[in-house]
Every structure is written in structure tokens, then in C-alpha cells.
């Protein structure tokens, strides 16, 4: 009889994370949801939740092993940054940022890669984002970490070609999301309009491209990012 696999999903305690956390359990998947947001993932309503901050790789190897390892990686942990000018952005404002969003998914991907290429499966996700690939005015840092993202999903899938795990990134645009409530209106009226549909995201729709990459149904995708922006990105 086959095992239910085991999914880690990183920022689970809110927004596009927990969204695809409860997708994930709807699919039948054992997911262990994380954040640094005690306070929230307790409220989370998932069935099994761990207080892991990414950027502790120590901690990150941890947890894996505690697992036994996992099937499915889903790293959504991650913080806007300074928004404005780069000129005026401090060290320790660029520093952050990088260490969540780019070393924290870096982290999550080499503690869990080994144990997926020992069983032959494997599925990783990685949210990035729209500015990724454009860069948005007035979030260098947060631009760049993802726009690393991508490079580095890109690079591990090609190593991780013929194993049997495959590994993609998402780049959604605006999605209606509590990380939005720390961008300032200018710079969300700017993006917004930058989007033909015309409206912002959903965190269900960014789940539901997610969870088809998590599955068995996707079987010949592996270093892609894929768009989800309602038109804005089409490269």
C-alpha cells in the first residue's frame, strides 16, 4: 500500500502560504504548515503546524528529518522589504529580505532535494513573483531576491533533471494578501494598473496552480516559472 505523501509548506500562516497549505490538505496530502507568526499559524485551522523561521538552516534540516523527509516542498515564506528608493534603502533592510526570501528557500530546497532524489519523486514550488521578472520602483530588494529566485529554481531543476523531482516557481502578480498591506497604495495602483484583466488575485487561484504542479498530473514541466498576473507578464 502506498504512503500519503508529505508536504512542507514555508509562510503558511496566512496569504498565498496557507492557501496553498489547505489546498494541499484537500488534496489528501499530510501538510506540515510553518511560519514565524505564532500567533496566526495557530489560528491557521491546518491540522499540523511547526514554527520554523527559513533562514535557520540548522532548524530547516531539523525539521526535515524529524519528517522522515518530505514528497512535497512548497516555500512561500517570505517579506516585501524596504519600499523605496534604492538609494535610501539601509543594509540591514536589503539583508533581510535576500536572507527570507533567497537563502530561506535556498535552505528549504537543499535540506529536502536529497531525500527526494534517494525515493525518486518530488515536487517543489517556489513563490516568486511579477517583479521578479519586470522589477518593481521602490522594491529593489524584494525585485531581486526573486528575480534570484527564479535563477536559482531554474539551476536546481536542471540538476535534478532525470530523478524524478521536478522543481518550478510561481510568479503571481498583486494577490489580494496581508504581505500587500505593507506596499504603499502608490506602488499597488501602479501594479494594478499594469494588469489587463484589471483586478487583483486571488490566493485560491495561485493555490490552485500550486497544487497541479505539487501532483502526478505534472510530469513534464520542471525549471519553468510560471505566470499567474491576470495578462501582466507574457515572457
Known amino acids: 500500500m502506498s504512503r500519503t505523501r508529505k508536504a512542507l509548506v514555508t509562510g503558511a500562516a496566512r496569504g498565498i502560504g496557507l492557501a496553498c497549505a489547505l489546498r494541499l490538505e484537500a488534496d489528501g496530502l499530510v501538510v506540515v504548515g510553518t511560519d514565524v507568526l505564532v500567533d496566526d499559524l495557530s489560528l491557521s485551522g491546518l491540522a499540523h503546524t511547526e514554527v520554523l523561521d527559513v533562514t535557520d538552516s540548522a532548524a530547516v534540516y531539523a525539521l526535515v528529518s524529524d519528517l522522515g523527509g518530505i514528497d512535497v516542498l512548497v516555500n512561500s515564506a517570505g517579506v516585501v ?128 496552480l500550486v497544487a497541479w504542479l505539487a501532483s502526478d498530473e505534472c510530469t513534464f514541466s520542471t525549471g519553468a516559472c510560471y505566470d499567474i498576473s491576470g495578462g501582466r507578464a507574457t515572457f
Open 81 to 208: 522589504g524596504p519600499n523605496c528608493p534604492t538609494w535610501e534603502v539601509d543594509d540591514e533592510g536589503w539583508s533581510r529580505t535576500i536572507r527570507v526570501n533567497l537563502d530561506g528557500t535556498f535552505n528549504t530546497v537543499r535540506a529536502a532535494i536529497v531525500g527526494m532524489r534517494e525515493r525518486g519523486w518530488g515536487r517543489i514550488v517556489n513563490v516568486a513573483s511579477i517583479a521578479g521578472k519586470e522589477g518593481n520602483p521602490n522594491l529593489a530588494a524584494y525585485s531581486a531576491s526573486k528575480a534570484a529566485v527564479i535563477g536559482f529554481t531554474k539551476s536546481v531543476a536542471k540538476e535534478c533533471a532525470t530523478d524524478g523531482v521536478l522543481i518550478n516557481s510561481v510568479a503571481p502578480a498583486v494577490i489580494r494578501t496581508p504581505i500587500n498591506e505593507d506596499t504603499a497604495p502608490e506602488v499597488l495602483e501602479y501594479m494594478l494598473s499594469k494588469i489587463p484583466m484589471d483586478r487583483i488575485g486571488e490566493v485560491e487561484e495561485v493555490a490552485a
